[in-house]
């Protein structure tokens, strides 16, 4: 991030359709949210503006309580600087709050949970104006089987089974994948048709929690058991979970931060 007495931090809690986005983390080529909010942001301040990210999300996945910090000059206003970007992105990022925040805070590190809810339309007949929110499951499902599997993964345990393999750190060595999930849990939503699963974490790893929902599921439609879910954990190998859900049911809500004020944890 810039640096110096002519710039302060600051943060902004955005929401955004990742329909329209190849991912939220900025990649050449391709449009991301990051790289639409920086060249705005750059267009505003006529100079270079580095954007940090509470959690990367990937392509087709949306956002209502996504987290940003960065460094702007001391003079803008972070709250009129949200309204403009929202004016400049809109409408398939909101810009919904900015305010200053402590010199050392990072939307990424200084994260202490982020929280997640997938959406799944569970009829028959699809909904065609769900399409892009939603993954439809026309069988019915067992959600008393699915949250006796989602509460097997509760706790800290080496995720694995449920994570793309990660390059390694810079030494050669292999990244950990242990996690820690603090809560976990399915719910038939209104209309009944609309089932949700809902999980904090401390952190994800990259396609942990569709991979999660898509083994769920598959407990669901009694493709696997619930207490398998157990032992799909224990085995760290990728290829004994179930299918990874498509990314359009997947939702980043909140963000939670330890330092106590009515604003550190957003959603």
């Not at 019915?140 to 706790?155: P, Q």
Request: net charge negative; hydrophobic share 40%.
């Amino acid at each position: 991030m810039t640096t110096g007495s002519d710039f302060r931090r600051a943060r902004f809690v955005v929401s955004y359709r990742g329909t329209a986005f190849h991912g939220a983390a900025e990649s050449p080529g391709v449009r991301t949210v990051i790289g639409d909010l920086r060249s705005a942001c750059e267009q505003i301040f006529g100079s270079p503006i580095d954007l940090t990210l509470a959690g990367r999300t990937d392509a087709g996945v949306h956002a209502v309580g996504q987290v940003i910090s960065c460094d702007i000059p001391i003079d803008a206003d972070p709250d009129d600087l949200a309204h403009r970007l929202s004016r400049m992105c809109g409408p398939d990022i909101a810009v919904r709050s900015g305010e200053w925040a402590e010199d050392d805070f990072s939307a990424r590190f200084s994260a202490s949970s982020r929280s997640y809810r997938y959406h799944l339309w569970n009829a028959r007949v699809g909904n065609p104006l769900l399409n892009d929110l939603t993954w439809h499951i026309p069988q019915n499902l067992n959600l008393e089987h699915m949250n006796e599997a989602a509460r097997a993964v509760i706790g800290q345990h080496d995720f694995s089974s449920f994570c793309r393999a990660p390059d390694p750190a810079p030494d050669g060595s292999p990244m950990s994948l242990v996690r820690t999930v603090l809560s976990a849990g399915w719910n038939a939503g209104d209309p009944e048709q609309l089932v949700t699963f809902d999980i904090t974490g401390m952190a994800f790893c990259h396609q942990m929690v569709r991979s999660l929902v898509g083994t769920m599921v598959d407990v669901g439609l009694g493709r696997f058991k619930p207490s398998e879910m157990a032992n799909i954990l224990e085995a760290k190998d990728r290829q004994q979970a179930g299918r990874v859900a498509p990314p359009q049911g997947l939702v980043l809500m909140k963000v939670g931060y330890d330092r106590t004020s009515s604003r550190d944890s957003v959603q």
